[in-house]
């Protein structure tokens, strides 16, 4: 069978022998096993920590969790009792239904809503639907945001990202294209120099020493290519992408990264981070990003 349910996880199969595995606790990717043209043998193209948590206690260190209402720590008055990255990462979602399972692909619908552990930190009305869709080469992550709330109400004001963690040398990756966009560098020592404008130089962005730039306004499709693999990643409605890679300085520091895990995969987010989705009642928004096996 081309999906599999257990108690917490959902399993995807390709006939052509790529699959994926979604936890429900944060509707987080933990894995994907893609082939791709030159490379036909499936092989692991995502990261997750071995000393990750899986049971719940905590969001997935790796995979493809995903951040929404907030990116980073809330800014936005009505997510000032939020944590880091909002709630869809540490909340269980619900199971609902197979859209897609066909010799195309394959493809499952999640979804969340406001319950008593959001609502007693989070008051406005929402419906999550995420879907994740799998083909031979492909992963497709859809998350869509519909505004419950009344007529009468203010708008639905959010952020969401997908916080890929791409397996790949670190010391060798480099990630295209990002010559001549703006962006933030959130490593620099006060919020000044954090909130000064930059404008990317290089024309292939590597992470050999600790990175956190969130470019703004940025191309929608990226490369991220090492020597052994290569992944394209096509956005819509993701007007931002951050680049994240810890390294030692700030790797040690996280206490569910195995040791030299930062050494093992980079980070590419596209989001709509600076800034916010501005929402209005019964409106949807829906934010897209297709990851393909190139080499």
């Known amino acids: 069978m081309p999906v599999v349910q257990q108690a917490d996880r959902i399993f995807l199969q390709h006939p052509k022998g790529s699959s994926a595995e979604i936890l429900l606790y944060g509707a987080t990717v933990i894995s994907w096993k893609s082939g791709s043209v030159l490379k036909p043998t ?16 905590k969001p997935v260190r790796g995979g493809i969790p995903v951040v929404f209402p907030c990116f980073g720590a809330p800014t936005h008055p009505e997510h000032s009792k939020l944590g880091q990255h909002g709630f869809a990462r540490s909340e269980v979602w619900t199971y609902d239904s197979i859209v897609l399972d066909d010799e195309a692909g394959v493809s499952v619908r999640l979804t969340l809503e406001p319950k008593a552990s959001i609502t007693e930190k989070y008051k406005r009305p929402f419906h999550l639907a995420y879907v994740v869709t799998l083909a031979e080469h492909q992963l497709s992550t859809d998350l869509h945001v519909k505004n419950t709330g009344l007529s009468t109400s ?15 040398p670190a010391s060798e990756v480099l990630i295209t294209p990002l010559q001549g966009v703006s962006y933030y560098d959130k490593t620099e020592a ?9 404008v990317e130089k290089r024309d292939a962005v590597n992470v050999k020493t600790f990175t956190d730039f969130v470019y703004e306004n940025a191309p929608g499709t990226y490369e991220i290519t090492s020597p052994t693999s290569k992944i394209e990643i096509k956005t819509k409605n993701f007007k931002d992408v ?27 987010e596209p989001g709509y981070v ?16 297709t990851l393909t096996a190139k080499l």
């Not at 206490?255 to 930062?262: N, R």
């Not at 600076?274 to 897209?288: M, Y």
């Open 274 to 289: 600076r800034g916010f989705v501005q929402l209005e009642a019964g409106q949807r928004w829906i934010g897209q990003q």
């Open 42 to 57: 499936p092989i692991e193209r995502l990261f997750v920590s071995s000393t990750a948590a899986l049971d719940g206690s």
């Open 242 to 268: 951050v680049v994240w890679n810890p390294q030692a300085e700030a790797g040690s520091k996280i206490s569910d990264m195995e040791t030299g895990g930062w050494e093992k995969y980079v980070c590419v």
């Open 154 to 168: 203010p708008p639905l004001e959010f952020q969401a990202l997908f916080h890929n963690y791409i397996r790949a």
């Open 190 to 198: 006060t919020d000044e120099l954090r909130s000064k404008h930059k």
